[in-house]
């Protein structure tokens, strides 16, 4: 079964790093797009940015850009996203899915989500 | 960005009822639309891609609609397994954004 797995919740004080990840198995890692999608109450499902594991291609969305670094590791088949200086408005759950190319792109298979609240 | 506005936000439904959900793009999106189940504390699910084409395991009780601007989710007999919220997305960009979603309840 293709999955995409993710760390687990964390719980963070303002300043902190963080790097959480999103593990593939059952496919071909190297050869779709994974995506980051942040979800809070306040202003629901957010693209962050994609990465497309062959060759590191890295797109952000403005919102992001500068705020949060993707990364990806085809040796373990594992996306990872990551902060240097954490603020309490980063508290939020985190979606990795895998995304398709091509016209009509959709994303067919979701990580379970990655909790992270910051707090002090 | 291409803005997508959902509606309604919510909406009260019994089991058995003929459910219909839209979304408007802001611009012509052709008919890159995807449609998204999620239900509390689960990631969301890819129901419909390309506006119509039902992903595989999914019921046939759900089908989608629309091209252009303006499109439809419609569950033609609404399951209790149903009581969800609904997004709408769309992939004319590359990353495509979301509707606000729609939540069906009781």
């Known amino acids: 079964e293709v999955q995409l797995v993710q760390s687990g919740a964390e719980v963070k004080k303002p300043g902190e790093s963080l790097k959480i990840s999103c593990k593939g198995s059952?496919?071909?890692?190297?050869?779709?797009?994974i995506g980051w999608v942040r979800q809070t109450p306040g202003k629901g499902l957010e693209w962050m940015g994609i990465?497309?594991?062959?060759?590191?291609?890295?797109r952000y969305s403005l919102s992001f850009q500068g705020q949060v670094t993707i990364s990806a590791d085809m040796s373990t088949n594992t996306a990872y996203l990551q902060w240097n200086s954490l603020k309490a408005s980063d508290t939020a759950t985190y979606y990795c899915?895998?995304?398709?190319?091509?016209?009509?792109?959709?994303?067919?298979?979701w990580g379970e989500g990655t909790t992270v609240t910051v707090s002090s | 960005d291409i803005r997508m506005t959902q509606s309604p936000t919510s909406l009260a439904a019994s089991a058995g009822d003929r459910v219909t959900i839209t979304c408007r793009a802001g611009?012509?999106?052709?008919?890159?639309v995807n449609w998204f189940q999620q239900k509390p504390g689960k990631a969301p699910k890819l129901l419909i891609y390309?506006?119509?084409t039902l992903q595989s395991g999914v019921p046939s009780r759900f089908s989608g609609s629309g091209s252009g601007t303006d499109f439809t989710l419609t569950i033609s007999s609404l399951q209790p397994e149903d009581f969800a919220t609904y997004y709408c997305?769309?992939?004319?960009?590359?990353?495509?954004?979301f509707g606000q979603g729609t939540k069906v309840e009781v």
């Open positions: 997305q769309q992939s004319a960009d590359t990353l495509g954004t």
């Open positions: 059952e496919y071909s890692f190297t050869n779709y797009w």
């Open positions: 990465i497309y594991p062959s060759n590191s291609d890295i």
């Open positions: 899915m895998r995304r398709l190319s091509g016209l009509a792109w959709y994303m067919d298979v």
């Open positions: 390309a506006a119509s």
């Open positions: 611009q012509s999106i052709r008919n890159y």
